[in-house]
T-cell receptor
Framework: DADVTQTPRNRITKTGKRIMLECSQT?????MYWYRQDPGLGLRLIYY???????NKGEISDGYSVSRQAQAKFSLSLESAIPNQTALYFC?????????????FGQGTRLTVV | KNEVEQSPQNLTAQEGEFITINCSYS?????LHWLQQHPGGGIVSLFM???GKKKHGRLIATINIQEKHSSLHITASHPRDSAVYIC?????????FGTGTRLQVFP
C-alpha cells in the first residue's frame, strides 16, 4: 500500500458541483499539503497544514477549502467547481522532525470540470 | 522571473547517452529536491540534497550552494528514464517547484 493515498484517482464533475478530494497517509507525518499541477506550470500550493489545528492558505487558495480531520487525513474541497479548476491535484506530506524538507507525494487526482 | 528555473524544458536522447538537467534558483533554501514524474502522473522523490553530490544507480545529483545551481545527471540513459524531472527547493516551510524537464529517451 502507498504511504500517501489519494482518492479518487480520476474524477469528472460538472460546473457548480461540490467535490471533495481525500488524502490519507501512513507515514505518521505532521505536515500535509495540497498542490495543483497545470501544463507548463510548476506545482502550486493550495493549502497546507502543520498539525490538526493548523491550516494555512497557499498561493492559490481561492475557490478551495480544506479540512484536517486527523493527523493522517487532509481533504480538499471545491465548493462550486469551475472549468479552470481542471488540473492534476497532489497531496504531499513531510515531517517537522527533518525540518519539513523531505516530501512524499500521493499518486495524484486528475480532476476534470465540464 | 520564476524563483526556480530548469533547463532545458524538453530533452530527447538516444539510449545510452549521458543526460544533464539543470536547475537554478534565486531564493535561500534549506534543501533541494529532484523529483520524477512518469506519464501516469505519480511523483517520486529521487534525491534530497543540501550540499555536494549524491548518487543512486545511474543517477547523480549535485548542488552548488554558492552559485544556487543544481544538476541532475543520468548516465547510460534508457527508455524507461523517459519522464518529467522536477527540481524543487525547500524553504523552512514549503517547496517551490520548477516547471519540469520532459525527457524522452529513444531506443
Amino acid at each position: 500500500d502507498a504511504d500517501v493515498t489519494q482518492t479518487p484517482r480520476n474524477r469528472i464533475t460538472k460546473t457548480g458541483k461540490r467535490i471533495m478530494l481525500e488524502c490519507s497517509q501512513t507515514k505518521g507525518h505532521d505536515r500535509m499539503y495540497w498542490y495543483r499541477q497545470d501544463p507548463g506550470l510548476g506545482l502550486r500550493l493550495i493549502y497546507y497544514s502543520f498539525d490538526v489545528k493548523d491550516i494555512n492558505k497557499g498561493e492559490i487558495s481561492d475557490g478551495y477549502s480544506v479540512s484536517r480531520q486527523a493527523q493522517a487525513k487532509f481533504s480538499l474541497s471545491l465548493e462550486s467547481a469551475i472549468p479552470n479548476q481542471t488540473a492534476l491535484y497532489f497531496c504531499a506530506t513531510s515531517t517537522s522532525r527533518t525540518g519539513g524538507t523531505e516530501a512524499f507525494f500521493g499518486q495524484g487526482t486528475r480532476l476534470t470540470v465540464v | 522571473k520564476n524563483e526556480v528555473e530548469q533547463s532545458p524544458q524538453n530533452l530527447t536522447a538516444q539510449e545510452g547517452e549521458f543526460i544533464t538537467i539543470n536547475c537554478s534558483y534565486s531564493v535561500g533554501i534549506s534543501a533541494l529536491h529532484w523529483l520524477q514524474q512518469h506519464p501516469g502522473g505519480g511523483i517520486v522523490s529521487l534525491f534530497m540534497l543540501s550540499s555536494g553530490k549524491k548518487k543512486h544507480g545511474r543517477l547523480i545529483a549535485t548542488i552548488n550552494i554558492q552559485e544556487k545551481h543544481s544538476s541532475l545527471h543520468i548516465t547510460a540513459s534508457h527508455p524507461r528514464d523517459s519522464a518529467v524531472y522536477i527540481c524543487a527547493v525547500a524553504d523552512t516551510d514549503k517547496l517551490i517547484f520548477g516547471t519540469g524537464t520532459r525527457l524522452q529517451v529513444f531506443p
